[in-house]
């Protein structure tokens, strides 16, 4: 069969993914279960994460009858930029842990979609590689500026690839305790035991690109880091990127360095939310990281209204972080937000169809925002204000 077959293939058959519960369950079954829960995990306890979802459950919606919605537009702008939806992949690293063509394969995908990839600093692929493969608009994020030398290696090459956007991880001064995948033994490089044969065994098409096709690497360090191997390369990350030494000076001299767009992601709270504005940040992200690095977090809905009243006009609002359906875009935006990253969804779409999963995840996000728009009387994304919900 030729790709192109394959891929007309896989889109037929990802017809059969209704939602995104659908696109997990048929990735769950192609990964081992380290991997898999490797994706679905967080923090400590996982509070955050289970507190995630139940934020966008406790929130209801409150329709306007009688309204002419025979057309609909989902379609909005981010950064000066039009997108199809008010959805955008966010940063995930080493997608090449669940598919050989990783990010490759979700940027075709997202170019295809009409929205915008923001690549990891710990992508499988590097942002060169993933800027060649597709002519999505891309988001690069760097995970800390302390180290001036490789901040401005990164700064240069995200220019020399037309990155429209910077985005500054500021939640990752240091890692996270992430019991699960201590448990599972889920470190770089892996403990393999005999129960993990066993469950790779079960899994050939999934170990057979993973020990063959594409080994899992961070193709940005490929080059920097002497040695390829994904334990130098973790080692080199810890002592000169992920440092516990930062402060707003370093996002000072980041907008000093870049005059496109600069996002900050990791924004919890109304004070830090201003001062990344005062500091340049053309947009924040509110986010908890998805629950995997602090534990014991509030949801990244439930404070972001304060967010977006505090910041108004002084720098764009967006949020990631449990974000499953296109009813929980509809309300994330109706309680002040311009858009929404999200994580899981698009790796479990890579891994239960490559490319074509990830086309399918954006067609479902898609289907649906625009069927709640419809259904709650409100055809524009503009129309979206708190008026809209019911909370409880």
């Known amino acids: ?28 079954a192609r990964l081992p279960r380290i991997v898999r829960e490797y994706i679905a995990g967080g923090a400590s306890t996982e509070y955050t994460v289970a507190q995630n979802r139940r934020a966008f459950d406790r929130i209801t919606f409150s329709p306007r009858v009688m309204v002419d919605v025979s057309e609909r537009t989902i379609a909005t702008t981010v950064l000066g930029q039009r997108v199809s939806m008010p959805v955008l992949p966010g940063p995930a690293g080493l997608a090449s842990l669940v598919h050989p063509e990783g990010e490759c394969a979700a940027a075709r995908a997202t170019a295809a979609a009409g929205s915008i990839f923001c690549i990891s600093n710990a992508s499988g692929y590097s942002l060169e590689q993933i800027a060649g493969a597709g002519n999505a608009p891309l988001w690069f994020q760097l995970f800390s500026c302390r180290d001036r030398t490789i901040a401005r290696q990164f700064i240069d090459r995200a220019r020399a690839a037309r990155c429209h956007a910077l985005i500054l991880g500021v939640d990752l001064p240091i890692g996270g305790l992430r019991y699960r995948d201590a448990r599972n033994g889920m470190e770089f490089p892996p403990r393999i035991r005999v129960r993990d044969l066993l ?10 690109n993973a020990l063959v096709v594409r080994r899992a690497t961070m193709g940005n360090y490929v080059g920097l880091v002497d040695g390829a191997s994904m334990g130098a390369t973790a080692s080199f990350l810890k002592e000169r990127v992920l440092t516990p030494a930062v402060s707003w000076d370093d996002l000072s001299w980041l907008r000093s360095q870049w005059d496109g767009g600069l996002v900050v992601k990791g924004i919890l709270s109304v004070p830090d939310a201003l001062e990344a504005a005062r500091r340049g940040a053309d947009a924040v992200v509110v986010s908890n990281h998805g629950g995997r690095q602090l534990d014991w977090l509030p949801a990244t809905l439930d404070v972001l209204p304060e967010i977006a009243d505090a910041v108004h006009g002084r720098a764009e609002v967006l949020i990631d972080g449990g974000v499953r359906h296109g009813a929980d875009v509809v ?5 002040g937000a311009r858009a929404c990253l999200v994580a899981r969804p698009w790796y479990w779409a890579l891994a239960a169809g490559g490319e074509a999963g990830v086309a399918r995840m954006f067609r479902v996000f898609a289907e649906e925002i625009e069927n709640v728009l419809g259904l709650i009387g409100r055809p524009r994304l503009e129309q979206l204000t708190r008026e809209c919900l019911r909370v409880g």
């Open 331 to 335: 309300k994330a935006l109706a309680l």
């Open 199 to 208: 469950d790779f065994a079960a899994h050939p098409r999934w170990l057979w």
């Open 1 to 28: 069969m030729s790709p192109r077959s394959h891929h007309a293939c896989s889109e037929w058959f990802m017809k059969s993914y209704y939602g995104i519960e659908d696109i997990e369950k048929a990735a769950n």
